[in-house]
């Protein structure tokens, strides 16, 4: 199942190339246990919101995708975890990079995990704001992995048990000398997208191709295989550090081909079985 949110906060059920205005189920859901609770109420309602789905009747409007502007598919993660050099293909260029690529020494297990603040995140259709336009912005294409349920010292063979599900991520990073936090959590800086594609579509989460092009040209392109800390172990490591939350994001690292990306550009961001995003950067 594919779910969205789209124009003023529409949750949809994508489908048949198009968007089924699926709000009422969620307005119909019970009232939040904790109205200050840590988690995502779509993300930990996910289970009432698909058996909903299954009892939707045939025949349903779809508004075409075109038409809509589809917003980041959880809207309150209270964290957006991030693995820094996590692909083979990407260590070799950053090692052959310039000074900005190297402050940080060793793999990352010396360098640990990082966060992005929560604010920073956006839709596919909200496309991504320039903040220093004399410096450069990267794009990092990423697997986002969507935790399902909370979690601490989480094992990591019971691992994909907390995933929910996948989307496709774009780790947006100003280069530069300061703090991770500061250049990776700027507004706009954190694109996720299209849609939730739940874990159930998505049967080898460590084999999945992907691809980014600027302009109609191929940036980057690998495969969730050439990851050096796999998922499991990411949820499994991430979970002893920070309990885990329904809608906590993991952007799992990117592969080789970061670049720079310029008011006006047009990114075409791609992964195996969850479809495609345009994102506009201005
Ligand atoms: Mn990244």
């Given at each position: 199942?594919?779910?969205?949110?789209?124009?003023?906060?529409?949750?949809?059920?994508?489908?048949?190339?198009?968007?089924v205005?699926?709000?009422?189920?969620?307005?119909?859901?019970?009232?939040?246990?904790?109205p200050?609770?840590?988690?995502?109420?779509?993300?930990?309602?996910?289970?009432?919101?698909?058996?909903?789905?299954?009892q939707l009747?045939?025949?349903?409007?779809?508004?075409?995708?075109?038409?809509?502007?589809?917003?980041?598919?959880?809207?309150?993660?209270?964290?957006?975890?991030?693995?820094?050099?996590?692909?083979?293909?990407?260590?070799?260029?950053?090692?052959?990079?310039?000074?900005?690529?190297?402050?940080?020494?060793?793999?990352?297990?010396?360098?640990?995990?990082?966060?992005?603040?929560?604010?920073?995140?956006?839709?596919?259709?909200?496309?991504?704001?320039?903040?220093?336009?004399?410096?450069?912005?990267?794009?990092?294409?990423?697997?986002?992995?969507?935790?399902?349920?909370?979690?601490?010292?989480?094992?990591?063979?019971?691992?994909?048990?907390?995933?929910?599900?996948?989307?496709?991520?774009?780790?947006?990073t100003?280069?530069?000398?300061?703090?991770?936090?500061?250049?990776?959590?700027?507004?706009?800086?954190?694109v996720?997208?299209?849609?939730?594609?739940?874990?159930?579509?998505?049967?080898?989460?460590?084999?999945?191709?992907?691809?980014?092009?600027?302009?109609?040209?191929?940036?980057?392109?690998?495969?969730s295989?050439?990851?050096?800390?796999?998922?499991?172990?990411?949820?499994?490591?991430?979970?002893?550090?920070?309990?885990?939350?329904?809608?906590?994001?993991?952007?799992?690292?990117?592969?080789?081909?970061?670049?720079?990306?310029?008011?006006?550009?047009?990114?075409?961001?791609?992964?195996?079985?969850?479809?495609?995003?345009?994102?506009?950067?201005?």
């Amino acid at each position: 199942m594919k779910l969205c949110w789209f124009n003023d906060r529409r949750l949809g059920l994508v489908q048949d190339g198009g968007i089924v205005d699926i709000t009422s189920l969620f307005s119909q859901l019970p009232a939040a246990a904790d109205p200050f609770s840590m988690s995502d109420y779509l993300i930990e309602n996910l289970e009432i919101i698909k058996a909903g789905v299954a009892q939707l009747d045939a025949g349903q409007s779809i508004t075409p995708l075109e038409a809509v502007t589809l917003l980041s598919p959880v809207l309150r993660p209270s964290k957006i975890i991030g693995a820094p050099v996590n692909y083979h293909d990407h260590i070799s260029e950053a090692k052959n990079a310039t000074a900005v690529f190297k402050q940080y020494e060793g793999g990352i297990e010396d360098q640990g995990l990082f966060l992005k603040a929560s604010s920073s995140l956006v839709g596919a259709g909200e496309g991504i704001e320039i903040h220093f336009p004399n410096r450069p912005t990267h794009h990092e294409i990423e697997l986002a992995v969507i935790i399902g349920k909370p979690g601490k010292n989480i094992p990591r063979e019971q691992a994909f048990d907390y995933v929910a599900g996948y989307a496709i991520a774009l780790d947006m990073t100003l280069r530069g000398n300061e703090d991770r936090s500061f250049r990776k959590s700027i507004d706009t800086y954190s694109v996720l997208g299209p849609w939730l594609t739940t874990a159930d579509e998505i049967p080898t989460p460590q084999a999945l191709d992907f691809s980014l092009e600027v302009n109609g040209e191929l940036r980057q392109r690998s495969n969730s295989s050439d990851m050096i800390m796999k998922i499991d172990q990411q949820i499994a490591w991430a979970s002893t550090i920070y309990t885990l939350y329904p809608g906590d994001v993991i952007m799992t690292g990117t592969s080789a081909g970061v670049g720079p990306v310029y008011p006006g550009d047009i990114i075409i961001a791609k992964m195996q079985h969850m479809g495609e995003m345009t994102v506009k950067v201005r």
